[in-house]
T-cell receptor
Framework: AQTVTQSQPEMSVQEAETVTLSCTYDTSESNYYLFWYKQPPSRQMILVIRQEAYKQQNATENRFSVNFQKAAKSFSLKISDSQLGDTAMYFCAFGETSGSRLTFGEGTQLTVNP | GAVVSQHPSRVICKSGTSVKIECRSLDFQATTMFWYRQFPKKSLMLMATSNEGSKATYEQGVEKDKFLINHASLTLSTLTVTSAHPEDSSFYIC??????????????FGPGTRLTVL
């Protein structure tokens, strides 16, 4: 069974600065997908970024980028130029395929301070 | 596009009653839908996988007789909490896996349903 671990329950950052959220996972699969989801106070799950394991290039989406280290089973999320609207709970998740059941980490509550 | 709705968004019921939660994919077809449960300030835990036209697959520890899942069409899955008790109070979230051109195998989440059992 896969496990996903987020070791930072809470983090804070000043507006316009950069913050990195950590995630590690465990699996015996060779190909899989990793995701970062954002859950704002509305509790709607929003996909932030997705990485397919066989792709060596790190995914980027505007201000969001990942550092995917397959051998280390590490998948961190970097948020650049943090904005107040980035305040949310962030979940790291593992899926065997793009649309498969997801295993979520415990979450990191990110607060962006003005 | 790719909108998933849940109804109701909030429900309060008395202990012992049953509650039905609907999950609909509004602009795409979904052969598979997932049901998750989230306790306050906690992560999402998968309860079951719902496949259109077949029986749901439940995760270990989830009572299938208590959490009845029906996926009767390509756009609708329902979760019925039978004989609800206060410990069933939680936030229930569905997600739908798209099977429509341009979105194949992408997964989209509903806005969630808050269930409170008195």
């Amino acid at each position: 069974a896969q496990t996903v671990t987020q070791s930072q329950p809470e983090m804070s950052v000043q507006e316009a600065e950069t913050v990195t959220l950590s995630c590690t996972y465990d699996t015996s699969e060779s190909n899989y997908y990793l995701f970062w989801y954002k859950q704002p106070p509305s509790r709607q799950m929003i996909l932030v970024i997705r990485q397919e394991a066989y792709k060596q290039q790190n995914a980027t989406e505007n201000r969001f980028s990942v550092n995917f280290q397959k051998a280390a089973k590490s998948f961190s999320l970097k948020i650049s130029d943090s904005q107040l609207g980035d305040t949310a709970m962030y979940f790291c998740a593992f899926g065997e395929t793009s649309g498969s059941r997801l295993t979520f980490g415990e979450g990191t509550q990110l607060t962006v301070n003005p | 596009g790719a909108v998933v709705s849940q109804h109701p968004s909030r429900v309060i019921c008395k202990s012992g009653t049953s509650v039905k939660i609907e999950c609909r994919s509004l602009d795409f077809q979904a052969t598979t839908m997932f049901w998750y449960r989230q306790f306050p300030k906690k992560s999402l835990m998968l309860m079951a996988t719902s496949n259109e036209g077949s029986k749901a697959t439940y995760e270990q520890g989830v009572e299938k007789d208590k959490f009845l899942i029906n996926h009767a069409s390509l756009t609708l899955s329902t979760l019925t909490v039978t004989s609800a008790h206060p410990e069933d109070s939680s936030f229930y979230i569905c997600s739908a896996r798209a099977w429509t051109s341009g979105k194949i195998n992408e997964q989209f989440f509903g806005p969630g349903t808050r269930l409170t059992v008195l």
